[in-house]
């Protein structure tokens, strides 16, 4: 399966919102932690070497 | 004059004056530098096979200490066809689970949950001078029935010149030096290789340096066998990761990683060495055991490799050729890769049954093995060590999460441990005419498993070989000037079947004498083995 780079999240606001919500009160140090925890949790979800090859390029 | 360098532990070949030492050269097949792990094991191997071994050390025996301590699967499948692996068994320790800790806390458990039907298990622990020993001891009792190797301790190589046809050595003795001729030559002379440095030579790449301070500690503790790993111990002045694993006669081997900047002398002083480890083995039961430090040692490993592990007549094998960290037990287990690797090679050579290329082979197919060992070693590394601060911040996002959650457990990178690499579409390999499986593809070391009471590696000798399972036997054979015997399966137990036939009928393997898989087929075809065969001896 491709990566996915068209809208695909459903109410991206409030995705957006639960996203810095989860910062909210968090050292700049505790933030990155947890940005890190979320990209492998994510990661991990895909699986997918190609995806995740595809995702990191993307990125860029 | 021979410098005594360091201790030994047991002495396996005494110095002894030979008649050569006063005589005009002579002229030797294969001298090997160095009576370690990896020239013993060549030694062996080619003396089994009647090609003459002459091994050369500067001591008379085994080091002192403990050193390579891990022995994989593949390095006991090798011992065992030289004749060398039961003592080996029996004395080592025999251990399958592993803790990971995280400062105070245990973050997660795992059992290396070793395939049944195999005679040998996936590691023991034991201490690298027994090792040497039970080769040394396997070259006694090949010697006694006519094998021709030849131990000389106290040798020590002073001086190597490569001419076109022979390597010409000077070796010194307590008896002053004398002269010899090998056609060739094997550097297993360790990671500080004299010869590589007498021919000038070098490694290529410096991944990585580190300081690890060893501790082998003797205790009649309760602890299990079990590998505890800690990333950032809790106990002052451990480093960055520390280490506890069971080794035989109750003693401990303890690793500390101190980093690269350190004061040597200090941190070797004993009373600092107790500190620690008190600390540490009081970590999770609260009370410091009664324990003897038996062997302590501060060494600096480094991920490199010789870019050939072949000059002319001259070959470098095991540390002396390439380095690791010891992450992975990926030294003496690659050592001894090379070793089942160079030495059917040297005595097809040697006995005109091969072109001299074969000999290239070896650095191939072994460099391979090198970079793979190295890419792991490094990998483990750069988790254990992060050199930056994003690297630090994932790698601690893994270890937060995998106390949690099991996907994140295979992240954790405290080593992978050494499995032998697959010369996947190596030269010398091929076809793969069979549908079959993976694990027993061209180019892989055969797998073991279980036939009739026994097991599959005990009935594989030490020259090409033709393994059929299910199909009409084979007659032995003669190709190319090698005995190609026959090994002849008609009821595969299960996990024979799971790792030789998979979804097919019946198979045919065709299979070298360091008992990787050439080639393989549904039927067997006299003038498709012969092909394959030739292709394997570098005739293709």
């Known amino acids: ?60 | 004059m021979v410098a005594v360098r360091y201790e030994t532990t047991f002495q396996l070949y005494p110095y002894e004056k030979v008649a050569a030492q006063d005589a005009a050269p002579q002229r030797h097949p294969v001298v090997i530098v160095g009576g370690g792990p990896v020239g013993l094991a060549i030694a062996l191997d080619l003396g089994r096979k009647g090609t003459p071994a002459l091994v050369l050390d500067d001591h008379d025996g085994a080091g002192t200490g403990s050193k390579a301590i891990c022995f994989a699967k593949r390095t006991l499948d090798i011992a065992h066809r030289l004749g060398a692996g039961k003592p080996m068994l029996d004395k080592g320790v025999v251990w399958n689970v592993g803790r990971v800790f995280r400062a105070e806390d245990p973050l997660f458990e795992f059992n290396l949950l070793p395939e049944t039907g195999h005679r040998n298990p996936a590691f023991i622990n034991l201490q690298q001078p027994y090792f040497e020993k039970f080769l040394a001891k396997s070259i006694n009792a090949a010697q006694s029935e006519g094998a021709p190797i030849e131990l000389r301790g106290r040798n020590q190589v002073t001086a190597i010149d490569p001419k076109d046809d022979h390597v010409a050595v000077t070796v010194d003795t307590p008896d002053g030096p004398y002269q010899l001729e090998a056609d060739y030559l094997i550097a297993c002379d360790g990671a500080r290789s004299p010869t590589r440095d007498m021919l000038g030579l070098d490694f290529d790449g410096r991944v990585f340096e580190d300081n690890f301070l060893i501790a082998d500690v003797r205790m009649k503790a309760d602890f299990p066998t079990e590998r505890w790993f800690w990333f950032e111990p809790p106990f002052e002045g451990a480093g960055q990761s520390a280490l506890l694993h069971k080794q035989p006669d109750d003693v401990w081997r303890i690793d500390f990683q101190l980093g690269w900047d350190i004061d040597r002398k200090a941190e070797l002083d004993p009373a600092n060495i107790r500190k620690r480890v008190d600390a540490m083995l009081s970590s999770q039961t609260g009370t410091v055991p009664d324990y003897e430090l038996v062997w302590t040692s501060i060494y600096t490993f480094q991920c490199r490799r010789m870019r050939d592990f072949r000059h002319g007549r001259v070959f470098f094998a095991g540390d002396s050729a390439h380095q690791v960290s010891p992450f992975g037990a990926r030294g003496a287990n690659s050592g001894m890769q090379d070793a089942e690797n160079i030495a059917w090679k040297l005595d097809a050579v040697l006995k005109g049954k091969a072109p001299e290329a074969l000999l290239d082979t070896y650095a191939h197919e072994r460099g391979y093995g090198a970079d793979e060992n190295i890419l792991n070693s490094s990998r483990a590394t750069d988790f254990m060590t992060p050199k930056s601060e994003i690297s630090k911040i994932f790698r601690n996002a893994v270890l937060d999460l995998a106390g949690k959650h099991a996907f994140a457990r295979p992240l954790v990178n405290s080593g992978r441990l050494s499995v032998p690499c697959v010369y996947d579409d190596f030269p010398l390999f091929g076809p793969d005419a069979l549908n079959g499986p993976a694990v027993t593809r061209p180019g892989a070391a055969c797998t073991d498993a279980p036939v009739g009471e026994g097991f599959l590696l005990d009935h594989l000798n030490d020259g090409f070989q033709i393994f059929a399972i299910g199909t009409t036997a084979p007659k032995p054979s003669q190709i190319e000037g090698f005995d190609v015997s026959v090994f002849y399966v008609t009821d595969p137990s299960d996990d024979l079947r799971k790792r030789y036939l998979g979804d097919a009928a019946q198979a045919v393997y065709l299979i070298r004498p360091d008992q990787h898989v050439v080639a393989r087929w549904p039927d067997y075809d006299a003038s498709a083995v012969t092909a394959a065969l030739k292709n394997a001896i570098g005739k293709g």
């Open chain 1, 1 to 60: 399966m491709p990566l996915t780079l068209t809208p695909n999240i459903p109410d991206p606001d409030g995705f957006y919102d639960e996203l810095l919500g989860a910062h909210a009160q968090l050292s700049k140090d505790e933030s990155d932690a947890l940005n890190a925890r979320l990209i492998l949790t994510l990661a991990n979800h895909i699986g997918d070497r190609e995806v995740l090859r595809a995702a990191i390029e993307a990125a860029k």
